[in-house]
Structures are given as C-alpha cells and as structure tokens.
C-alpha cells in the first residue's frame, strides 16, 4: 500500500544552517507530494507541494523537488531562522481518498 | 470563517461514556477528512466525506467510531463507550475538492481517563 517514510528527528541546527529532510515514498501510480509544517501551538499548515514528477514546489525558502526514480521529496532549506522551528511532516495523496501521511521530524533551530 | 474550526480544543472524559467532536470546514469545501494523531505520529486518516456521504470510512478502528456531516458542510465524530487508547488529537481537514490540498483545523485533544 501507499506509504511515507521520512528523517527521524528531532533535528537541531544553529541559525543559517543548511537543512535537509529526507522523505521517500511508495505509491501506486502518480501521487501529489506535500509537506505540511506543524508549528508550536498550531495545526498543520501546507508549506509547498508538487504534483508531478520533476516539479519543484517552494514556499517560504523551502523546496522540495518530486523525484520519481529515487521516489523521494527530501525538503531543504539554505538558511533556516528561529522561527522555522516546528515539526515537518511529509505527506503523499494518490488515487484513494486519504493523505499518507509520515511520523513527522521536529527541527529546533538554536540562535 | 477564515479556516477550519474544531471544538471544543480539549476534552477530558471518563473511559466508558460517549463523546462528539466537531469540525467546521472552510466554506465551499466540499471535502472534509477526519484524521487522528498520537503523540510522536504522523495524523492517521479515518473517514473522508465528499458532500454528505462517507465516501471512504476504511480508516474507522471500530464500530465504536462514527461520523456524520448531514447537510454537506459540518461534520461531527462521534465515539461511543470511550477507552484511554481513544486518547489522541483528532484533526480535521477540507479540500475544495477530492484532488485538492488539505487544509486542517488545530485539532480536538481528546483525554480518555
């Protein structure tokens, strides 16, 4: 069946470091590929997503680039702030009717 | 409203009574999910409801599980004769459409004591 699998955390950088999540998947067909970003406090928000192979989606500095022959949407950043400090989950939609979604990496960023 | 609205925030109940947690979904959605997350998990799907239906309810763990949205927009689960391993956060999620992102509310904290 359908499943995400991604980077165990947690995960602590300093300010204006690289970041990097890894995520893979499997799926039948085409799926979409989200991230969702979960803030302290807050509920899941969509932070970028692609919907086919090849597509980048970004948002807020953030990019991920779905890659079919590796079947991995690994998340990266070039410099991450504070206020990126949240738990990152990577997520798959394919011809059913539910997100996979996976078990989550807490990044804490440290000024 | 601005987004999906879930109440109440919390609730505490005593293992064996009943509980119903509400989901307001953004307007116009006609997708509505319900998830359910444990500490250190990803959110696991319940139910999917597109229009008043429950097109999909494979993710239910039980009969003790159950949902309604009569008239297409509000949704409620319900959960009978509750016990501690019910204890989770259970979100819920609208989407304009099937194919669409998700977007979710801050989830109700549900604690089975």
């Known amino acids: 069946g359908d499943s995400v699998t991604q980077m165990e955390g947690p995960v602590t950088l300093s300010e204006e470091a690289f970041l990097t999540i890894n995520c893979t998947y499997t799926a039948t067909g085409y799926p979409s590929l989200f991230w969702y970003v979960q803030y302290p406090g807050e509920g899941l928000q969509l932070l970028l997503k692609?919907?086919?192979?090849?597509d980048k989606g970004s948002n807020k500095g953030f990019e991920a680039t779905y890659r079919k022959e590796t079947t991995s949407f690994h998340l990266e950043k070039g410099s991450v702030q504070v206020s990126d400090s949240a738990v990152y989950f990577c997520a798959l939609k394919s011809t059913g009717n539910q997100f996979y979604f996976g078990t989550g990496t807490s990044l804490t960023v440290i000024p | 409203g601005a987004g999906v609205s879930q109440t109440p925030s919390n609730k505490v109940t005593e293992k064996g009574k009943y509980v119903e947690l509400r989901c307001d979904p953004i307007?116009?959605?006609?997708?509505l999910y319900w998830y359910r997350q444990s500490l250190g998990q990803g959110p696991e799907f319940l139910i999917y409801f597109q229009g008043t239906g429950a097109a999909d309810d494979s993710g239910l763990p039980n009969d003790r599980f159950f949902a309604v949205r009569p008239e297409g927009s509000v949704s409620t689960l319900k959960i009978q004769r509750t016990e501690r391993g019910d204890s989770a956060v259970y979100l819920c999620a609208s989407s304009l459409q099937r194919d669409t992102e998700a977007f979710f509310g801050q989830g109700t904290r549900l604690t089975v004591v």
């Open positions: 692609a919907t086919k192979a090849d």
């Open positions: 307007s116009g959605h006609t997708a």
